[in-house]
């Protein structure tokens, strides 16, 4: 890194004091337990701080990335250049209209469980979704049916200029598993949500709940993962398409290919970010090969890039 960079960093740390490290583990914080150091970490578990780390940075003129569960998200051994936020900013409620409103960095499962026990319906499919309010806006995630997009109302992004703008649901461009804010140049963060839920039969909300789980604790395998690796192709699943191309346990290094669910890739004995990056080649690559259909990731890629498989 050039000696000015390492200045700048150095001068944001001190002006974020605590809430900064330098090298910090972001392995520590990923779901999959891999990703080398961020030049510097930032815990944001409030709203002053998230903004300050941001407006900070970019007047310094450094790379910013904010990351929420870091669910979703493959961080290279080598770790992040410039600023990694991590969002804690946690606070939410329910109004007595049957609205949520959330800060970006709360945590979803327990927020859609108590929309449940409110017997309020609408965010029911992600009582078991990890992961933060942020990453699931950015990724317009979704399951069993039911994805964010239906329900959000209202969102507040802070601009490039440090603006905080109340933006709308259409502005959100929301797409199959993304939105405008995913990977967005504009450098925009997402600082708050708002849900419009409504009131339903608890005990019947309860039961989809009981369902979800248990379908996804039958489905989905426990353990250090990034979820779905690849986007479902048109018409077909990937999981469907790696198990048939005969990788289901298919290992490298500590990482390896679900024996539950294809898609689904499981860092078991500490694996690194190009084990798992090698299998994703691996699975890309042999399902073009047999089926000739091409996989796109569903995870992110910080780091590293992922051009195999034609
Ligand atoms: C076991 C497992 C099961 C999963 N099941 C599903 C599923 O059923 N459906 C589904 O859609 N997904 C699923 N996922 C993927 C993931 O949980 C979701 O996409 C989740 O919403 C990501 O949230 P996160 O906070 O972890 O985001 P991160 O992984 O931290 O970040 C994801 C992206 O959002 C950006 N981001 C995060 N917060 C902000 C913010 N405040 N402002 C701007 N950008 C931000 C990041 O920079 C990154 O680009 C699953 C993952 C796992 C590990």
């Not at 407006?55 to 250049?81: E, K, Q, S, Y």
């Amino acid at each position: 890194m050039k000696r000015d960079a390492a200045a700048r960093l150095d001068t944001l740390s001190q002006q974020l004091g605590s809430h900064a490290v330098r090298q910090g583990s972001l392995a520590k914080y990923s779901m999959a337990g891999i990703g080398g150091p961020a030049d510097l970490l930032v815990i944001a578990h409030d709203r002053e701080t998230l903004i300050q780390a941001v407006v900070g940075a970019r007047a310094l003129d450094l790379p910013i990335r904010v990351f929420g569960g870091l669910t979703n998200c493959l961080i290279c051994d080598a770790g992040f250049r410039g600023v990694a936020i991590l969002n804690q900013v946690r606070g939410y409620r329910f109004d007595a209209d049957y609205r949520l409103h959330a800060e970006s960095g709360a945590i979803i499962a327990p927020i859609a469980r108590g929309a449940v026990g409110r017997g309020l319906g609408g965010l029911t499919w992600a009582v078991g979704l990890p992961g933060t309010v942020g990453g699931m806006v950015v990724n317009n995630a979704g399951a069993f049916g039911g994805e964010t997009s239906s329900n959000l109302v209202a969102a507040e992004v802070l601009n490039l200029e440090g603006d905080v703008m109340q933006v709308e649901p259409a502005w959100l461009e929301f797409e199959y598993r993304r939105s405008r804010l995913k990977g967005s140049s504009e450098g925009w963060v997402l600082l708050s949500a708002i849900f419009q839920l409504r009131l339903a039969e608890g005990a019947h909300l309860q039961t989809k709940a009981d369902e979800y789980t248990a379908r996804r604790q039958r489905t989905q395998p426990p353990g250090r993962t990034l979820g779905s690796t690849f986007k479902n192709p048109p018409g077909d699943y990937a999981g469907r398409l790696i198990e048939a191309a005969g990788l289901k346990g298919k290992r490298v290094g500590g990482v390896m290919i679900s024996e539950r669910h294809a898609n689904f890739f499981i860092n078991d004995e500490h694996g690194t970010a190009a084990d798992y990056q090698a299998l994703i080649c691996l699975a890309q690559t042999e399902v073009e090969r047999q089926f000739g259909v091409h996989l796109e990731p569903e995870i992110e890629f910080f780091g590293m890039e992922c051009h195999c498989g034609g």
